[in-house]
């Protein structure tokens, strides 16, 4: 099983609204990811969790709040957004390897994010 | 993404090869990556090169690494409809697993 399951697929909402995203993945892997996708732009990360503990934060915003409650699981919760913030957003995983070692991330289909 | 640089269209005819080209700028970096990304779709891993090789092949698709220039370049033999995308290179930073993509090649077969 090499599936990064993100739900829901899209999301519609208000700029006054809390929703969330959710990630899940059962590979044993113990590094998990959000990136922020724009239309045709690459993606940008956003957060990089490692054994369930924030280890990158990219100047990301307050109203966005990851959050690692297991090793399988990754949220992202979302609170007062703005129209700008309308995107595609990815969770990834990957295995952790030593210092200067990486390996492969796994991709999420997104969850496509419309603020209104 | 812009210390990774592609170029952003690539049109090629249907059975031919593709040769999508990709430079980076971090020496450190330990594995490239290739991702392709259907429209509205997530990332699918393609393939990937750890750094002390210069090439990879895996069915149709040949990965060319020249570390001393840091250019990457993804072939895929007999260019199908079914792989029009964007196409992303990718490489990773070190200890946190920081990947960087570039822009993305938009891959259009004609038929």
């Known amino acids: 099983d090499t599936e990064v399951t993100q739900t829901p697929k899209h999301l519609v909402m208000g700029m006054t609204n809390k929703k969330s995203l959710k990630c899940e993945q059962h590979?044993?892997?113990?590094?998990m990811y959000w990136y922020k996708q724009k239309a045709k732009k690459p993606p940008e990360l956003m957060f990089v969790y490692s054994y369930e503990k924030l280890s990158i934060n990219e100047s990301v915003p307050s109203r966005f709040s990851p959050e690692c409650p297991n090793s399988s699981l990754l949220n992202l919760h979302l609170h007062a957004l703005q129209p700008e913030d309308s995107a595609l957003y990815l969770c990834?995983?990957?295995?952790?390897?030593?210092?200067?070692?990486?390996?492969?991330?796994?991709f999420g289909q997104g969850t496509r994010l419309t603020v209104v | 993404g812009e210390d990774v640089e592609q170029s952003l269209f690539l049109s090629v005819r249907e059975g031919d090869s593709s040769v999508i080209n990709c430079t980076y700028t971090?020496?450190?970096?330990?594995?490239l990556y290739w991702y392709k990304q259907e429209p509205g779709a997530g990332l699918q891993l393609l393939t990937y090169?750890?750094?002390?090789?210069d090439m990879k092949q895996d069915q149709r698709l040949t990965v060319l690494l020249n570390k001393k220039d840091k250019h990457l370049s993804l072939r895929i033999a007999d260019t199908q409809t079914g792989d029009s995308a964007i196409y992303f290179c990718a490489e990773s930073r070190g200890y946190g697993q920081n990947f960087v993509f570039g822009p993305g090649t938009r891959l259009s077969v004609l038929p």
């Open positions: 990834a995983s990957s295995q952790v390897t030593g210092a200067a070692l990486n390996t492969e991330a796994f």
């Open positions: 090169i750890f750094s002390n090789m």
């Open positions: 971090d020496s450190s970096s330990t594995y």
């Open positions: 590979m044993g892997h113990r590094a």
